[in-house]
Nanobody
Framework: QVQLVESGGGSVQAGGSLRLSCAASGYTSNRYCMGWFRQAPGKMREGVAIFDSDGSTNYADSVRGRFTISKDNAKNTLLLQMNSLKHEDTAMYYC???????????????????????WGQGTQVTVSS
């Protein structure tokens, strides 16, 4: 049973920074995907950043260049460094984990929430303009 616990959310002014953490436990697979998703009021949940256990990462266009996803393997913690925050980044942020998907070119991680079966409880990020 995978357990994910987020922390690090809060309120910040536009242009500021926050770092989110997601402590993971119970994952036994050597190859996996982890990601950060967010959901703003009245909007659908969307993928923000994805981390593949092979070390590759991927970002939504809206955050590329401002957010950085990484994993502290010693602490088994997924991190999201968010810089140059904008008002439109305001949302509940969720950590998720799931298996890699298989394609002819090799295994990969999806940006779709449908392929992630384990979720944290979420942490609120509020950016004031």
């Amino acid at each position: 049973q995978v357990q994910l616990v987020e922390s690090g959310g809060g309120s910040v002014q536009a242009g500021g920074s926050l770092r989110l953490s997601c402590a993971a436990s119970g994952y036994t697979s050597n190859r996996y995907c982890m990601g950060w998703f967010r959901q703003a009021p009245g909007k659908m949940r969307e993928g923000v950043a994805i981390f593949d256990s092979d070390g590759s990462t991927n970002y939504a266009d809206s955050v590329r260049g401002r957010f950085t996803i990484s994993k502290d393997n010693a602490k088994n913690t997924l991190l999201l460094q968010m810089n140059s925050l904008k008002h439109e980044d305001t949302a509940m942020y969720y950590c998720a984990a799931g298996p890699t998907l298989r394609a002819r070119s090799g295994d990969y991680c999806s940006f779709s929430q449908n392929f992630y079966g384990s979720w944290g409880q979420g942490t609120q990020v509020t950016v004031s303009s």
